[in-house]
C-alpha cells in the first residue's frame, strides 16, 4: 500500500510563497502520475496541478488547474520520492487544504483533474492566507 505524506504548509501574508511537498512511500517504475487537489470549507476539491511522468529519469508533462496557472509549478524529485508544488504570489483565495493524490499508471491529458483517477491520497496540509 502506498503511502502520501504532505508537508509544508502553513499561515502566510498574501503576496507570499510557499513550498509543499508530497512525500510517497516508496518508489515506483513505469509511468506514474501524481497531482494536488486543494479543498477550502464548503467547495468542492479542486484540481490544482499534475505531473505524469515514465521511468527514473527527470522532467514529466506537467497539467494545471486555471485558477493557479502561471503562479504555482509542479516538479519532483526521483531520488527522492517526492513531488513538490511551488506556490508564489498567493491570494486568499489559495487558502485550503492541499492533498497529494497518486496513481500508478498515466492519466490522459483530459482527465487529470478528476479525482476518480487516483489511487492514493495523502491526509493533506493546510495553507492559510491571511494579513
Known amino acids: 500500500q502506498v503511502q502520501l505524506a504532505e508537508s509544508g504548509g502553513g499561515l502566510v501574508q498574501p503576496g507570499d510563497s510557499l513550498r509543499l511537498a508530497c512525500a510517497r512511500s516508496?518508489?515506483?517504475?513505469?509511468?506514474?502520475?501524481m497531482a494536488w487537489f486543494r479543498q477550502a470549507p464548503g467547495k468542492e476539491r479542486e484540481f490544482v496541478a499534475a505531473?505524469?511522468?515514465?521511468?527514473?529519469?527527470?522532467?514529466?508533462?506537467?497539467f494545471y488547474g486555471g485558477a493557479v496557472k502561471g503562479r504555482f509549478t509542479i516538479s519532483r524529485d526521483n531520488a527522492k520520492n517526492t513531488v513538490y508544488l511551488q506556490m508564489n504570489s498567493l491570494t486568499p483565495e489559495d487558502a485550503a487544504v492541499y492533498l497529494c493524490?497518486?496513481?500508478?499508471?498515466?492519466?490522459?491529458?483530459?482527465?487529470?483533474?478528476?479525482?476518480?483517477?487516483?489511487?492514493?491520497w495523502g491526509r493533506g496540509t493546510q495553507v492559510a492566507v491571511s494579513s
Open positions: 505531473i505524469r511522468w515514465s521511468g527514473g529519469g527527470g522532467g514529466g508533462n506537467t
Open positions: 516508496e518508489r515506483t517504475f513505469g509511468t506514474v502520475t
Open positions: 493524490a497518486s496513481r500508478h499508471t498515466g492519466v490522459i491529458a483530459g482527465r487529470v483533474g478528476l479525482t476518480s483517477e487516483y489511487d492514493y
